[in-house]
């Protein structure tokens, strides 16, 4: 775990952008953290790092993470959104495990979306205030008159309802039935439309027009919706007659969704990801954002590809995932979210990470979901941050060979194999001689490049099945295992573990020989040897019943490569049970 404690001074874990990254263990204390989001919530790397999680965050907090903390140290993902104070952060939590698939530990990304959801709750509002006034519109048709007139042409006199006078706001007693008078009220700019209307009328033509007009009692401007035909007797115009509708607050609705529509284009356009909506019949994408896509291609070549879209663009390890998150989006109800992340092939056809969150955008006469609208954004980046961090967790900082809990867990998963099918494995302590002299003459940097050279003889030496992890400042330690490489016969004989001891030494030999090379560093010529302590821990236990774990075997080997240094350095030797020597003094 300490290696893991140190991953929180790695720049890629301090300089996390946009986001925060954790990485906690079993009692929930958090071994490292970092990125731009901790000072977003009042934090810093030295006020998380060290502590359990209910001492850096407030109950409200913790106890929404606890679960997901447990679940991810079960090795199971999940994602949450969490408040903390005023911000709304989307928290990705999942297992941090090591090459061969065991949990070591948890690690969660927080991503800061307050803004995107506040755009969302936006869209929800405009989209919400469009409805009520459409509904409003259909209620005031269904209505009818908010008022109504009637001209007599023999008389010239205009007749108005109660209802038109509240709309003008005038009182009766006041009007003399003229049409001078009324026109009077119109908005100046709108006079024009109501004589041409009359005019119409006159023709025998219905006619709908909309105008404004300035409310006598208060002098507010009011939009009025009027329909008016002429009425013929015998062919002679008797009298022309309206209704007229306040349509006042749909007017000023109607400009607030065209403004609000235009808010939601223009944060669409400056977004950096890409909307668009998709089939999910067809498989076809037929609305995207913006004139390019993420991956280099126009809307319109992305369109053309149609239903081959997932066969053409998506990495073969995911196509059956984003086909499945398809099959469930048919399902979704109004206001779910699925998203996936996945790869895609950009034009200049290397694989990049996105991120796809879809909802429900359209629906078929059953219910069904038929159109998704969706947001990529590529996560490439996020996605090599991840995959660093868990490598730097788990690897030397310095010559990239396993660190010390990667060792004691592949080691243990070696034992567990070797008990299981009666094989032998070997472990090799492999201690560097004369390396303190290369830093007290040369300094440390000429010491850190001989490190990394000896730690490229080490892998030369081995094979890809073996494990070579670097546990102390010039201390190395490889794990041999026979059995588990290409072409060995599986079935174990006395025969095949004398054979596995016999590789086992060979090894053992080939770094001693290698290492003995030169290592010429800024032109100074090093020699270093090294002291090689073998150890076989079935042959230690044979007639035992009992099993050894990691630490032990690794003590035993530890012990032998100090037999080794006794005997004069630049050697093997081989464990034997006994009493084991002292190490003081190496």
Known sequence: MEELRRAGSSPVVRQFPEGAIVVFDTDLRYLCA????????GLTQAMVEGRTIDEVFPPSVASQLVEPY?????????????????????????????????????IGFAVDVTSTRQ??????????RLRQEERRLRDAEAVGHAGSWEWDMVTDVITWSDG???IHGLDRMTFTGGYAQAAARVHPEDRRIVDDAMESCRRGVPIRFRYRIARASDGRRIWLDSRARGVFESGTLVRLVGAVADVTEQVEAEAEVIESQ????????????????????????????????LLGRSAKQTEALGPTTIEALVHPDDQAKLRALNDAARRLEDGQVLDLRYRLR??????????????????????????????????????????????????????????????????????????RDGHEIAVLFCDLDGFKHVNDAAGHAAGDAVLVEIAARLRAVLRDSDTAARVGGDEFVIIVEPWNRAGTVKKASSIDARRGRDLALKVAGRVVTAVRKPIIVHGVSHRITVSVGVTYPALVLRGSSRRHHAPDVVHDADAAMYQAKQEGKDRVEVFTVGPAPATSGR
């Not at 970092?34 to 919530?41: D, I, P």
């Not at 903390?84 to 530990?105: E, K, M, N, S, Y």
């Not at 755009?119 to 919400?128: D, G, I, T």
């Open 34 to 41: 970092g990125g731009h989001g901790l000072a977003t919530v």
């Open 70 to 106: 447990r679940r991810a140290l079960s090795g199971e993902k999940s994602t949450i959104e969490i408040e903390v104070g005023q911000r709304t952060f989307l928290h990705r939590i999942a297992p941090l495990t090591d090459g061969l698939g065991v949990v070591v530990a948890g």
């Open 119 to 128: 755009a969302e709750r936006a869209v929800r509002e405009s989209e919400a």
């Open 164 to 166: 038109l006078f509240v």
């Open 262 to 293: 235009a808010f939601q284009k223009a944060v669409i356009a400056a977004s950096p990801d890409y909307t668009f909506i998709t089939d999910l019949r067809t498989g076809a994408m037929v609305f995207g954002s913006h004139a390019r896509d």
């Open 346 to 419: 950009h034009a200049d056809g290397q694989w990049h990470w996105l991120s796809r969150r879809v909802v429900p955008f359209r629906r078929d006469g059953s219910g069904a979901v038929t159109e998704v609208l969706g947001v990529l954004r590529d996560v490439t980046e996020d996605v090599e941050a991840e995959e660093q961090l868990s490598h730097d967790a788990l690897h030397d900082d310095l010559t990239g060979l396993a660190n010390r809990a990667l060792l004691l867990d592949r080691l243990e998963a070696a034992l567990l194999r070797a008990d």
